[in-house]
């Protein structure tokens, strides 16, 4: 036993310096470093942050060079630092009303407060291969980008709100102190706020993949992009020492709201109701996608039909965490040895069992009327 511990240590060693050669790759070719990661991988960083559960964009892009590029191992690798990290107190609720927007759109209206703001996006690239950027300093001669916008531009939910054409969302009698999943455990029935927390660190493609099933077929909603926010934020908290809010830092946020009909019931008449996603970083299709499932996760509450599997709380609450779906799916390579050599040796019998020859009914008759 002492031998065989010794070996597997001195193999797992191994496996260490393998890994770090890996990562590494040709010595001849320059190491990346943090900034090049963090200033020209944004959206790669972005979606660290964001299902890392942690803004920091310098230990995103650390996360990101220790995984070799692997998102999933660098989200893990973020969300098992902020563990470590103390807990200071909550900020203030954030005004995305106030952003400093980068990028504003609507589909629901063409001439929309404020104007429509495209800024950086692929929506009108031609998805085509663009060998220039396979040049040294290839943006170099570029032109600086635009500065971000500093006035506030209303919000078009705001403005359905303002006629009673949306469901309201007002904050819970008392203003309780809202959920904290990293620090409770997620229960049935869960509440908006838990779910919402829920999708904010959940994983991107499942979010996706549940977001597209409900324009499938498999939901009952007719989604509209009412707003995409993408800009920068301040963050406020109250010292007590103090006695009043002070900003404490500024991120960099995706938002988006989507409007879907709803044919009233009882107590409401016909009215659009919302779905809801915020991202760190600039994080779009994260952001849509976290809407449409926040909309179909609502069905049971507004009295729709609610079948399919965008619908199913404990389905997507359960599998949408990418750190536990991960960690399960892999512990299948920890040996298993034992449980497969009892199934091993349980089918090996049912086989010989069903090899052996078995007595005809004739001959069961006859031994029976020999006793």
Do not use: W
């Amino acid at each position: 036993m002492y031998v065989a511990v010794k070996g597997g240590e001195r193999a797992i060693l191994n496996s260490y310096r393998m890994l770090d050669d890996y990562r590494r790759g040709n010595r001849d070719v320059p190491a990346l470093s943090l900034d090049q990661i963090r200033e020209q991988m944004p959206l790669a960083v972005s979606r660290v942050m964001a299902e890392g559960s942690l803004y920091d964009p310098h230990l995103a892009a650390l996360a990101l060079k220790q995984a070799a590029g692997d998102a999933i191992e660098a989200v893990f690798l973020l969300r098992a630092y902020r563990t470590t990290l103390s807990r200071h107190g909550y900020t203030q609720p954030i005004d995305t009303g106030a952003m400093r927007l980068q990028r504003r759109i609507s589909s629901t209206f063409k001439d929309v407060p404020g104007g429509q703001i495209l800024g950086p996006t692929y929506d009108y690239t031609q998805r085509l291969l663009d060998f220039s950027l396979a040049a040294q300093h290839e943006s170099d001669a570029l032109p600086p980008a635009g500065e971000a916008l500093d006035s506030a531009m209303p919000r078009v939910t705001d403005l359905l709100a303002h006629d009673d054409l949306i469901d309201a969302e007002p904050v819970p009698e008392g203003d309780p102190e809202p959920f904290d999943l990293t620090r409770q455990p997620l229960e049935f029935p869960a509440s908006r706020a838990a779910r919402l927390q829920n999708l904010a660190r959940a994983d991107e493609g499942f979010l996706l993949s549940m977001g597209y099933s409900t324009q499938r077929g498999y939901g009952n909603t007719h989604p509209f992009a009412a707003e995409i926010r993408y800009g920068t934020l301040e963050v406020q908290m109250v010292v007590e020492e103090l006695g009043f809010a002070v900003t404490v830092g500024e991120i960099e946020i995706t938002e988006c709201q989507m409007v879907s009909q709803f044919a009233g019931n009882a107590e409401d008449g016909p009215k659009f109701t919302r779905g809801y996603g915020l991202s760190f970083g600039y994080g779009e299709r994260r952001a849509m996608s976290m809407a449409l499932v926040d909309r179909a996760l609502k069905a049971q509450d507004l009295g729709e039909r609610a079948d399919s599997p965008a619908n199913d709380h404990e389905f997507v609450l359960y599998h949408s965490d990418n750190v536990e779906a991960s960690g399960f799916t892999q512990h299948l390579k920890l040996p298993h040895y034992v449980d497969f050599q009892a199934n091993l040796e349980l089918l090996r019998r049912l086989r010989a069992d069903r090899q052996t020859p078995q007595p005809a009914h004739s001959d069961l008759m006859d031994e029976a009327v020999s006793q």
